[in-house]
């Protein structure tokens, strides 16, 4: 089995510190989270960005100086989203595509979220598309339901999306799918035998669904995006400290975890 892909998602655009205290905000809060999550076994950082008053923003130069600060601390895989928040144009969502980033999300498809919309029309994801392929950005496929994924399958067909796809289910999205075990199976039985995958499991799915991407062969992603709770009751004091669990339950359970540049050579990005 392939060594797993630790992902931390950071901060999100719909936490806020009133609900998470320890949520990172600013570039050097967010640069120094990405660092001790390396150091606790992650490869791979997804990043939203904060504007000054702590709001989510998608503004090139914002995402600009957290890369580089990231950079300057360790070698981790910078995974900037191109979802934002909900209420952001498709033209602000691409800004970070533009500073050619190793990887970057694509979302394939609209659902409900919450009590919104998460926008993504067919057109829209096709001009991300060719500007990811234009730079060499490698785009993880954020599908929140079974449709999403025909969707990828449908533009690698068409030759918009390159092969072997990687994959991230989110699941527990309230007005989307949901995340029990049975979703999950019923997304990976969907993809193709090459493509790697992730899950992305929110609110108390999280540690579920972690342990079941290791048992799988997939791989897990954690943070405050997706849930601010290290176990109920309890606030997470750092995402660090949810990476650092599931490091530990995938050794324990004889999985060893990836580094930077292994998860590169199982993403089949260049290695650094």
Known sequence: MEKLIITACLTGAEVTREQQPNLPLTPDEIAEAAYQCYLAGASMVHVHARDEKGNPTQDYAVYKEIKEKIEAKCNIIFQPSTGGATWHTPQQRMQPIELSPEMATLSMGT??????????????????????????????????????????????????????????????????????????????????????????????????????????????????????????????????????????????????????????????????
Not at 170 to 184: K, Q, S
Request: aromatic content about 8%; overall charge negative.
């Open 111 to 272: 659902c409900n979220f919450a009590d919104d919309v998460f926008m993504n029309t067919e057109e829209n994801i096709k001009i991300f598309a060719n500007r990811m392929n234009e730079l060499g950005v490698k785009p993880e496929l954020e599908c929140f339901e079974k449709g999403m994924v025909d969707t990828a399958l449908r533009f690698a067909k068409k030759g918009l999306i390159k092969t072997p796809m990687h994959f991230d289910f989110v699941l527990g999205v309230p007005g989307a799918m949901g995340g029990e075990l049975r979703d999950l199976l019923y997304m990976v039985e969907s993809i193709p035998a090459d493509s790697t995958w992730t899950v992305a499991g929110v609110g108390r799915y999280q540690l579920p669904l972690n342990i079941a991407a290791i048992m799988l062969g997939g791989h897990a992603r954690t943070g405050f995006e997706d849930n601010i709770y290290y176990k109920k009751g309890e606030i997470a004091t750092s995402n660090a400290q949810l990476v650092e669990r599931v490091a530990r339950l995938s050794r324990e359970m004889g999985r060893e975890v990836a580094t930077p540049d292994e998860a590169r050579a199982i993403l089949g990005l260049q290695v650094k």
